[in-house]
């Protein structure tokens, strides 16, 4: 019974884990679709840039291609917003699917999600797998359970002793002339089972001991998989963490540079290449960024579930 009960705290973790990671999911894509939206705004006021040049520059061909460039650009912009609003839908019906409620019903996310920086015991976390994981105590009960049954089949194996009391209620009959008329009867009873099939109970007792030790090897694997997982969990937390400050330093670094160049740009100073390469930068560093944290969160939510944690 112990057994199965960690199987259930297991499919609970499983369902917490999984209810977090989807969440995440989703804070990314609604983020990236926020981010190509106010980066869709900025290529139009490029666009009226160009447009102002076009008609007041003698180059007009020039000008008109980079117009066209611009165009071709925001069509592709759009085109990525509509997938992402797709994707948007199938982790909204997923998340759903896992509190059991109808697909399309709201789910609520944050306007900026807070980086799980917190100072993570790494031994500490690996310690608490060893100890607490459901299916390593899965396997120790279910160990436990076939050594008893070894046992029980010992048992049965020997010859059984039974002792114990027969007791009859005699009714009294007008008939009888005997001195035990009317009186109960007590008789001690004693019995003796031999155990005739005894190669039955040498095969259930062989098959238990073999139950038993295949637990024992089927541990020691479930254990080197979880630290196979820990140490995976723990590669993609501290290079998430790497990422979040790298991504932060260049979005703004390239937010900047933007900036400067728009207004260059609308003093005919920078070349249109120049400003799309840079907003371009701009986009996809802050879009990494947004991928490193909801990365970093979810290392945090897999430690967890390693841990059998469910606290959020």
């Known amino acids: 019974a112990m057994a199965k009960f960690e199987l259930f705290r297991d499919a ?3 369902v917490l884990y999984d209810v977090r990671r989807t969440w995440y999911d989703l804070y990314k894509v609604r983020k990236n679709i926020s981010i190509s939206e106010k980066s869709l705004e900025n290529l139009k006021v490029i666009e009226q840039l160009t447009l102002i040049k076009y008609k007041t520059s003698a180059a007009g061909n020039s000008d008109l291609t980079d117009l066209y460039g611009i165009q071709i650009e925001a069509g592709e912009l759009q085109n990525s917003i509509a997938l992402l609003r797709n994707q948007e839908q199938t982790i909204v019906a997923g998340f759903n699917s896992h509190l059991n409620r109808v697909p399309l019903t709201a789910v609520f996310t944050y306007g900026e999600l807070l980086a799980d920086t917190s100072d993570l015991d790494f031994s500490a976390i690996s310690d608490s797998i060893q100890r607490g994981n459901p299916m390593l105590n899965m396997l120790d009960y279910e160990k436990e359970a076939y050594q008893a049954r070894e046992k029980m089949v010992r048992g049965m194996g020997y010859p059984m002793i039974g002792l114990g009391v027969n007791y009859s209620i005699i009714n009294g009959s007008n008939m009888s002339a005997s001195s035990m008329n009317g009186k109960d009867m007590i008789m001690p009873m004693i019995s003796i089972t031999l155990p005739v099939y005894r190669k039955k109970y040498t095969a259930m007792r062989e098959e238990a001991s073999l139950l038993s030790n295949a637990s024992s090897m089927n541990y020691q694997t479930v254990s080197n998989s979880l630290h196979t997982e820990y140490f995976m969990a723990v590669q ?77």
């Open 12 to 14: 609970r973790l499983q």
């Open 236 to 312: 993609l937390y501290q290079d998430a963490l790497r990422r979040v400050k790298l991504y932060e330093d260049q979005y703004s670094l390239a937010s900047k540079s933007l900036e400067i160049m728009l207004k260059s740009f609308s003093a005919s100073g920078a070349a249109l290449t120049d400003v799309l390469r840079v907003r371009q930068q701009t986009l996809d560093y802050e879009i990494k960024q947004v991928e490193a944290i909801t990365d970093l969160n979810t290392a945090a939510a897999w430690l967890n579930r390693l841990m059998a944690s469910s606290e959020f």
